[in-house]
């Protein structure tokens, strides 16, 4: 059994920093990848920013220079920093680890719960 948790989400003006974090747990043979996505009520969920093993980081157009992802293998935990925020910031951001359990490399994707990231005078 895995699960996957986020924290670190809140409330911030706009121009101000957060740092989420999400750490995989339970029964993880390798993590393939990690990474974040948002959704806003009425809109489908976005990639934002992804961590790949033995590939450059990918993140979404509009977050590109302002958004840094990281990923520290050893505590299974992938973070995300969020600097110059915007309004148009403001969602759920949810994490995703591609996890094997098993020796066999098949990969399952696996969700937290989500983070409310609100970025509001």
């Known amino acids: 059994q895995v699960s996957v948790v986020e924290s670190g989400g809140g409330l911030v003006q706009p121009g101000g920093s957060l740092r989420l974090s999400c750490e995989a747990s339970?029964?993880?043979?390798?993590?393939?990848?990690m990474g974040w996505y948002r959704q806003v009520p009425g809109k489908q969920r976005e990639m934002v920013a992804t961590?790949?093993?033995?590939?450059?980081?990918k993140y979404t157009d509009s977050v590109k220079g302002r958004f840094t992802i990281s990923r520290d293998n050893a505590k299974n935990t992938v973070y995300l920093q969020m600097d110059s925020l915007k309004p148009e910031d403001t969602a759920v951001y949810y994490c995703?680890?591609?996890?094997?359990?098993?020796?066999?490399?098949?990969?399952?994707?696996?969700w937290g719960l989500g983070t409310q990231v609100t970025v509001s005078l």
């Open positions: 339970g029964t993880i043979f390798s993590i393939y990848a």
């Open positions: 961590a790949a093993n033995g590939v450059p980081a």
């Open positions: 995703k680890a591609d996890i094997s359990t098993t020796r066999s490399g098949v990969l399952y994707d696996y």
